[in-house]
């Protein structure tokens, strides 16, 4: 499976979100992500955004190590997640994990979080590593790993979710339908090391909010 990192800006990724990053994969920037890459010790393939928050020296250090670097203007249409989301999935991978984008504000994490489930990116998975959170997009089926009783959320994103089935968590949902804005999906919670969530139709984010332990992703 083909992967790209995204390092987006907010709070600085935990040392467990670091070491369980997957080592070959394509790096993308978003603005001050390039600090939180650096920091990493992961090299940059392309640093995008409007960079006004990105420190002059950080940007030239990973142009010279090998970046492409895409300046936006600020007046733009997209959030720089949005476009380091358009820069991932361009590069045809089939997988794209979120790292950072955690602190900040609330509206800023609200809009990441809603742009990771937009249509485009219907054939990637992802997911996000937001703080001590993880944030997994289910189209179809997805695998949550975690500790035994570790809290895990689904929301339904952009429409009602048919056909919701799920398997180790402690409330299961058998064939069920969750709609925007409901809580019928709010703190559940594991009782094996793995959960399967299946959807037929439409789009869930599961979030363990990470408490209970450190999650890893695999």
């Keep these: 499976m083909s992967v790209a990192i995204v390092f987006t800006g907010g709070d600085p990724p935990?040392?467990?979100?670091?070491?369980?990053l997957p080592s070959d994969a394509f790096v993308v920037a978003a603005d001050s992500g390039v600090v939180h890459a650096?920091?990493?010790?992961?090299?940059?393939?392309?640093?995008?955004?409007?960079?006004?928050?990105?420190?002059?020296?950080?940007?030239?250090?990973a142009e010279a190590d090998g970046a492409r670097v895409e300046r936006h203007d600020i007046a733009k249409d997209d959030t720089d997640l949005g476009l380091a989301l358009d820069a991932a999935a361009a590069e045809g991978v089939d997988h794209i994990v979120v790292v950072g984008g955690a602190g900040g504000r609330l509206d800023h994490l609200?809009?990441?979080?809603?742009?990771?489930t937009l249509p485009r990116y219907a054939s990637i998975e992802?997911?996000?590593?937001?703080?001590?959170?993880?944030?997994?997009?289910?189209?179809?089926s997805r695998t949550?790993?975690?500790p035994k009783g570790d809290y895990?959320?689904?929301f339904a994103m952009g429409?009602?979710?048919h056909g919701v089935v799920t398997s180790g968590l402690l409330f299961p949902?058998?064939?069920?339908?969750l709609s925007p804005g409901s809580t019928r999906g709010v703190s559940n919670e594991l009782v094996h090391p793995e959960a399967r969530i299946r959807v037929a139709d439409g789009v869930l984010v599961a979030i363990q909010p990470g408490e209970i332990g450190n999650l890893h992703l695999q």
């Design 14 to 20: 935990d040392n467990w979100v670091i070491a369980g």
């Design 38 to 61: 650096a920091a990493a010790h992961r090299s940059v393939d392309l640093v995008v955004g409007d960079l006004d928050s990105a420190p002059d020296e950080a940007i030239a250090a």
């Design 110 to 116: 609200f809009a990441n979080v809603t742009a990771l």
């Design 126 to 140: 992802i997911t996000a590593l937001l703080g001590s959170a993880t944030v997994t997009v289910v189209r179809g």
């Design 144 to 146: 949550l790993r975690g």
């Design 152 to 154: 895990v959320s689904l």
């Design 159 to 161: 429409g009602p979710a």
């Design 173 to 177: 949902l058998r064939n069920e339908t």
